[in-house]
């Protein structure tokens, strides 16, 4: 048997679903737990953020599975619960997410968080705390402290379906490098390079870090309910409605715009990647305090203690601004990466490079093989990311990428990268078990969590 075949074969793995083999032939029917499908039998869905950068995307998308019915509309923006009840005129609409469940919570089995970054814990603590299955954007949360929360809560509700919006993780090619790495077939891992693009468009960053002069908000726009748990501040054009992403309080700039992107297949690839123990980036010190610095560089280290591994550390070299690396140190031969947002794994037997929509190169003594042509691959049939979400709130046990408790862990590496650049320069030593960082009192003061406002703090879910 071909040796690439043989370790493939030898390492075939259990999708998260539990179902055996990766290529889901068949889909196993199972009882829903917990208050999955309405009487109608369909599954009545709360969209929160109904348009915004990426939320009609995602309300379309679960709008369109047959047996979904969008039963109700949450927006701090009037135009876009306006614009979002033209497609959905019976949906009930309300400006804020906790009436939402307060007032209307029989009125939907599951939710939808299409937000920005700051309000995903409190919004999908919330809903997970009231029994309803959470499809939530990326990056799951937007503090250290937030990742033990969502933890916790997960681990209360082993009944409700949750899903992260890493869709790329659909694609076949991105499919196969999780087969091709856990299979063993390139040897031991011995690090791996992520690099990402953004930030780089004017339409979604402040690029310029301009706070511009404080001003009332628009009318359409509930501006405390925006800010939601953080402090009260002036409303300015450089925040809202789209920019937010390049604030130190409301985003996670380019690291965390794009993290789960790109670091997925490599924590579906080794478990035994389960928090790192150290992080360093390198950057410059943002010239305003309330924006974050790019472009930046991050080493983030774990310790390992398996023969998937050539060493007891593994490194990931996270870059974001289209910061590649050398193709000489990764022994590639000369040419330009296929995309400018990339993840490569360095093994002992050859370097898996990976472009973000999953085209997918084998590089070996400089020769390059399609991964998709790896032997002892199987077939990998296609899939709607939110259609899989939905499919398993109804009790249809199908491949699902990711729940909750593997997005845990791709944004505890995307946002130590992202905080760190307070301490440019600076190896921070992290602790997850007491969200701390062992070398760095001040790090563990201003970096790991936040005073949440009244009214917004993040439900414990028990």
């Not at 032939?25 to 969209?47: E, F």
Request: charged content about 20%; glycine content about 8%; aromatic content about 8%.
């Amino acid at each position: 048997m071909n040796p690439d075949m043989h370790a493939i074969n030898r390492r075939r793995f259990m999708w998260t679903t539990g179902a055996a083999g990766i290529g889901f032939s068949s889909i196993l029917r199972a009882q829903s737990p917990g208050r999955a499908v309405s009487p109608n039998s369909k599954l009545r869905v709360l969209s929160i953020g109904v348009v915004g950068t990426i939320g009609k995307v995602d309300r379309t998308q679960v709008s369109q599975h047959p047996a979904v019915e969008i039963s109700g509309l949450c927006d701090v923006d009037s135009n876009a619960l306006a614009q979002a009840a033209i497609d959905h005129p019976g949906a009930f609409t309300c400006r804020d997410y906790r009436e939402a469940f307060s007032k209307f919570g029989d009125k939907f089995d599951a939710v939808i968080v299409s937000t920005p970054d700051h309000s995903h814990a409190p919004i999908m603590l919330t809903a997970l705390a009231n029994h309803k299955h959470v499809y939530g954007q990326k990056p799951l949360v937007h503090q250290l402290e937030e990742l033990a929360m969502m933890e916790k809560a997960i681990a209360a509700r082993p009944d409700l379906v949750t899903q992260v919006g890493n869709q790329r993780m659909a694609s076949a090619g991105r499919r196969a490098a999780v087969e091709i790495l856990r299979s063993g077939a390139l040897g031991k891992a011995a690090e791996a390079h992520v690099w990402v693009n953004s930030p780089n468009a004017r339409e979604y960053f402040n690029l310029d870090r301009a706070v511009g002069e404080p001003k009332p908000a628009p009318s359409n726009l509930d501006w405390n309910l925006w800010l939601g748990p953080c402090a009260e501040t002036p409303y300015h054009d450089g925040i809202a409605p789209v920019v937010w992403r390049s604030w130190w309080d409301y985003g996670s700039n380019g690291l965390g715009d794009w993290g789960l992107h790109v670091l997925d297949v490599i924590f579906y690839g080794y478990d035994e990647l389960v928090s790192p123990v150290a992080v360093l980036t390198h950057c410059e010190p943002s010239p305003n305090p309330l924006f974050h610095s790019h472009p930046c560089h991050s080493t983030i280290t774990y310790a390992v203690d398996s023969e998937k591994f050539a060493r007891k550390q593994f490194a990931i070299y996270y870059s974001d601004s289209a910061q590649a690396p050398s193709r000489a140190a990764l022994g590639l031969p000369p040419g330009k990466y296929p995309d400018t947002n990339m993840t490569v794994v360095v093994c002992e037997g050859g370097v898996l490079c990976l472009t973000a929509d999953g085209r997918l190169e084998i590089w070996r003594d400089g020769i390059m093989t399609s991964g998709l042509k790896m032997p002892g691959l199987p077939e990998f049939p296609k899939m709607n990311h939110w259609h899989a979400w939905v499919d398993n709130c109804l009790g249809i046990k199908t491949e699902l990428r990711s729940p909750f408790k593997d997005a845990v862990r791709m944004t505890e590496a995307t946002q130590l990268a992202v905080k760190a650049t307070r301490f440019p320069g600076q190896e921070l030593r992290w602790d997850k078990p007491t969200l701390s960082f062992t070398n760095h009192e001040e790090a563990t003061k201003t970096i790991v969590r936040r005073s949440y406002r009244d009214g917004f703090v993040p439900p414990p879910v028990v």
